[in-house]
């Protein structure tokens, strides 16, 4: 019983939640697509939520096989920054003129 209930405790994963704020900001579903097929292979993730509202990406992932420090580091390798937000902390969306109406990235 002992052995059992180790054996657990050491496939046990450790889920935790990051929350972050991008730069540039997300402005249209778009926007979020690319969020979430440029992170939805990384390593350790198990669920990526984004509000354009908001302006967060919320990140569960495996403690085990990953941190926060390189989850917000990937955001680096498709010209995205992203920036941990404190608890409570709001982010006001900026006015946004699309530039990218004609290449079809943008809905705004």
């Not at 052995?3 to 900001?25: F, G, H, S």
Request: charged content about 30%; proline content about 1%.
């Amino acid at each position: 019983m002992l052995l059992c209930m180790t054996a657990t405790m050491m496939t046990a994963k450790d889920i935790r939640t990051l929350v972050v704020t991008t730069n540039p900001q997300m402005h249209c579903q778009n926007c979020e697509k690319r969020v979430v097929n440029n992170l939805k292979d990384v390593k350790g993730i198990k669920s990526i939520e984004t509000s354009v509202a908001d302006q967060t990406v919320t990140i569960q992932y495996d403690a085990k096989k990953t941190n926060e420090e390189a989850l917000i580091n990937a955001f680096s390798a498709f010209g995205m920054k992203a920036r941990k937000l404190q608890e409570g902390e709001k982010i006001v969306k900026e006015a946004h003129e699309c530039k990218e109406k004609t290449s079809g990235d943008c809905n705004e």
